[in-house]
């Protein structure tokens, strides 16, 4: 009877998570509902500004340590369409290394050539990026504020494309969308270009176009400099500093503009570590903010509509963790139910429940949402296509799910304690197309800090790889294989993709090398 209550319960708690990670499930066919239902939903300005009342702009470029991307972004948006008397430029640059000259340097040849330039180098990185965008705000002369990562590559016709929705004077942010410069570099950042597609097509869209709220993407966004100082400013006791300013804005009452007709170009992380980093800032960021403003959200006079949404949008972290424990109770629950000789052993139940929930957990509302997306974005055979892409999307997402699951108890552990978190940059590289380069020039990677989380990445791998033979040797719910590869193939790639970034650094440091571009194709 013991056995059979342990085996009971174990079963129990496994489809009570698959509950909670299914309900969020359904979320993405909400949201792709709403897309549907308000996509023609177009803001359109309420006037265009005359040429002699052009608003004034500072447009701030916040940098650490950019030196391969520095003078890319600098000298774009100086060529900016805008007329040179009404915006300014503000280079807000905390780094500690060479990049720091390459950038000043960048912004002298800028100015002797007419442009209205400031290079802000700040001797501490208080507040990290919140606090550099709080500090050129003291000396900016815009009454908007443009924001770019260093990263990214503004298109001359940006701020002209922007500017005239904000002749209403409820509009506190425009944000327009993302495009990837390396999209096509190699299966990873194509895979993240699916997932951010996603995001910006998808759910941006449908939340501002129903009315709900959405959120500043942190760069390729303008500001009505009096909605950031009305909502208390930038502040850094979260990583997600756009995320918890976008809340607070709207709170007040302010009205956000997503314009994904609009873009602007980026690159995609291009190796495992770099694309972790970034997921897990973002992950870490996200549940902080909804551990600092999901409750004032909750008790706020806004509709139930919005409540909802901001519910799932804040806390669709949690998904990472439950995917882990549904990970390590697949084992107790369902191959070891011959040792406890539970009702369940024989049940075909069992087998088809089990199938279902993969399935259901691993394709289905994922691959609508995914799909949907490239198709609005380039055409019905895109959109199929992506369908050849979604065993690895789906491999990958399982992969970092323990490296955002570590993010996620930082975040709660960084509010208990009320201390800010670090704010790590992701690596940039400065690719373009399918250029491909070697790994970062970095100190060595080596120890068991940084070793850790890969090796118990490939440890969860090896785990699902034995469901994978245990299935096959005893025929034991032999539909689940493909989705229990899935799993396997995930956490194996992500973490064997660590270690051989974190090994090339590794040689790199010890060989005191430089970082060399490779021209090279890159096979599909």
Known sequence: MAANAIAI????VYFCILALVAVYGFHRYVLVFLYIRHRANVHKPSRHYEPDELPHITVQLPMYNEDMVAERVISATCELDYPRDKFEIQVLDDSTDHSADIAKQVCEDWAKRGVNIHYIHRANRDGFKAGALQAGLKTARGQFIAIFDADFVPPTAILRNVVDHFTDDKIGMVQVRWDHLNRDASMLTRSQAIFLDGHFVIEHTARNRSGRFMHFNGTAGVWRRETIAEAGGWQHDTLTEDLDLSYRAQLKGWKFVYLPQYVAPAELPPEMISFKQQAHRWTKGSAQTAIKLLPRIMRSKLPWSIKSEAFFHLTCTIVYPLMVLLTLLL?????????????????????????????VLATCSAGTFFVYAQRELFGRVAGWKTLLQLPFIMALGVGVCLNNTQAFFEAIV???RRRPAEFIRTPKYGVTGKRRFVALREPPRFNFSKLALPIVEVAFGCYMLSFIVISLFHGYALSTVPFLAIFAGGYLYVGFSSLAVLYR???EAVEQSLIVPVEEPVAL
Request: charged share 15%.
């Open 414 to 416: 960084s509010m208990i």
């Open 9 to 12: 319960a174990l079963t129990s």
């Open 331 to 359: 084992f107790p629950t369902f191959i070891s139910q011959d040792l406890f000789k539970a009702p369940l052993k024989f049940h075909p139940l069992n087998t088809v429940l089990f199938s279902v929930s993969l399935f």
């Open 505 to 507: 650094r590794h040689r």
